[in-house]
């Protein structure tokens, strides 16, 4: 999918978003950083103690909230494949869905990043995190190359075609050609084209 104009309030509300999360992980776990530019805010006696007692802080109440909103995108993003199979079933338009897949995946980086603390963890959270970091890069890589490819196909290649195409081009030279050769038999002596008739004949 190419990123355009129709992906704007898309894009807006996942850096809204972001700033949102980030200022309630900042709240949460350096309050004093808010302070300083007056941002500070009292949290909910619910979030426990600010900042976490914890050293994981994926097990804070704001953590697990990041990690769970984090996987229902992720089990989201990976009904993209079965959406696409069922185009008939009245669930949303499929633009609507390719665009939540991109924007709302691009929010877990900041989600995961909060829920996990910026810390890697035991090995089986490592070998995660560069899962997950693997899967985004590629993603964005992928992305990347639908804007760059096209691109780069019209300017360096300019009369090459898709294969569905080809009889539609060979038609399109076929008629041109038979166009190009009745303009030449106008402009010949009536004795070449009677050779040229006698020939075919």
Known sequence: MIIDRTHFRWGLATAVATVGVTWLYLANNDPEALEKVHLGVTLPAWFGPVPPLRESVGATPLGLIYGTVALIIFIFAALLGWRRNRSSWPLGRIQVWL??????????????????????????????????????VSGIWGLTLQHLVPRLMRNSLP??????????????????????????????PDEATSTEDHHHA
């Open 99 to 136: 665009k939540a897949h991109i924007w709302l995946t691009l929010f877990t980086i900041p989600l995961v990043l909060f829920h996990c603390g910026f810390t890697g963890g035991g090995t089986m959270t490592q070998f995660l995190l560069w899962l997950y970091a693997f899967v985004m």
């Open 159 to 188: 009369e090459e075609t898709i294969f569905e195409q080809i009889p539609y081009i060979r038609s399109q030279l076929v008629t041109r050609g038979e166009a190009i050769r009745q303009e030449l038999m106008e402009e010949l």
